[in-house]
């Protein structure tokens, strides 16, 4: 954006003036629902709110972050709203992992956890209070980061019980993140898939090289919710096209491997063209898209299929 805006600051880790626009990005890489906040915000107190405004029939319950989309306030609230938090942490080795009482001991372990242990009483006192805030989150009442931004850094009992609970959640989140590989696999998959989709919006937002002209907050998040129109348009006919020449592939002879196609993705935007002359027919009917057949490997006695 413009740097005479009221919203418009210097981001310190991107660098230059401009807003921070948080995407919901589907696992199937669609973009669900976006939001526009200022650079200074911590994004994580605005990742739920995303969530409570995605009106899709995607109702995720597990999402991915990076860094900044976590902290014990996060990991606390996303518990009680049944949203499983799974991360991608920057020098996760550096933060605290508590132990559940503080008699517990480890034989082999024992060094990688702090001297704290879990205030458990706190959490029983204040749980109807942190249950009925998370019901008024659920009914609308009140917005995720209202509470965030209050609970994060508040001395009050309720919000030490929120951050407490988010302990006890984040401590468990890294003891499986250290023993499965999986789960390392898992997430680092689902947060590349952001990051292209980041370079991808990029791609088609290059009007006015990339600059939200409006100076008026609600155009400025219609800016940000066109591009995803457009991204999510481009998507599918990625998809289709890839799906069509595929299957064209199949059908010739060749022999296409299962593997190979589930390592694709619709981002690709080598053959788009951005700028040039186009027309709309509404003469000509487009193909009807195949959603039930699958792409069957083409060797003899193959027996793996994948749906595209």
């Not at 992992?97 to 879990?118: G, K, M, N, V």
């Amino acid at each position: 954006m413009y740097e005479q805006n009221l919203l418009s600051e210097q981001h310190i880790r991107y660098g230059g003036y401009g807003g921070i626009a948080l995407y919901l990005l589907s696992s199937t890489y669609i973009a669900l629902m976006s939001n526009f906040i200022a650079c200074s915000a911590w994004e994580g107190h605005y990742l739920l709110d995303v969530l409570e405004q995605n009106r899709s029939v995607v109702q995720p319950t597990m999402i991915h972050s990076d860094t900044q989309g976590q902290n014990e306030a996060i990991f606390g609230l996303a518990f009680l709203r049944g949203i499983e938090l799974l991360p991608r942490i920057r020098n996760w080795q550096d933060l605290i992992l508590y132990r559940p009482t503080a008699e517990s001991t480890y034989t082999h372990i024992d060094s990688i956890f702090s001297a704290r242990a879990i205030d458990w009483d706190l959490i029983r006192m204040y749980l109807p209070d942190l249950l009925r805030m998370a019901v008024s989150i659920k009914e609308g009442r009140i917005t995720p980061s209202t509470i965030l931004c209050t609970i994060s850094a508040g001395q009050s009992k309720l919000a030490q019980a929120c951050r407490e609970l988010g302990r006890v959640r984040r401590t468990g989140f890294l003891l499986k993140f250290i023993a499965d590989s999986e789960l390392r696999t898992l997430i680092h998959r689902e947060t590349n898939k952001s990051e292209q989709f980041n370079s991808f919006t990029k791609w088609l937002g290059f009007g006015s090289a990339g600059v939200i002209r409006e100076n008026d907050r609600s155009a400025q998040r219609k800016a940000i919710k066109y591009n995803l129109v457009v991204a999510n348009a481009m998507l599918f006919y990625n998809t289709v096209k890839l799906t069509h020449d595929l299957r064209a592939l199949i059908h010739a002879g060749y022999y296409v491997d299962a593997a190979c196609v589930a390592s694709l993705n619709p981002y690709s935007t080598k053959d788009l063209e951005r700028f040039g002359k186009y027309t709309l027919s509404l003469a000509v009917v487009p193909e009807p898209v195949d959603y039930a057949s699958a792409i069957v490997s083409a060797v003899p006695g193959a027996a793996t299929t994948t749906t595209a």
